[in-house]
């Protein structure tokens, strides 16, 4: 088992080499992807891309965390109002 190092809201973290950004966020404890327009926050639903629940922004890209899987050095961030 490899891991690689990225950073999840400026916080590093390693993960497996492989995972989605949705397992990533989900092992390290900060599940949710975004915030919704009534602060609510959302993790990924139905883990296939369809939901768009689990919108994250990536190196400043707005991408699904369920379709990406995790490279070395990415910065991933929450999409929505905090």
């Known amino acids: 088992m490899k891991l690689i190092s990225l950073t999840i809201a400026g916080l590093p973290c390693q993960v497996q080499e492989g995972i989605t950004v949705a397992a990533a966020l989900s092992a390290s404890g900060q599940d949710h992807c975004r915030i919704s327009v ?32 995790c490279q070395g050095g990415m910065k991933i961030e929450r999409s929505g109002n905090k």
């Open 38 to 69: 009534s602060q609510q926050p959302r993790a990924a639903f139905c883990g296939m891309g369809v939901c768009q629940e689990c919108r994250v922004i990536i190196d400043g890209i707005q991408r699904l965390a369920c379709q990406t899987l």
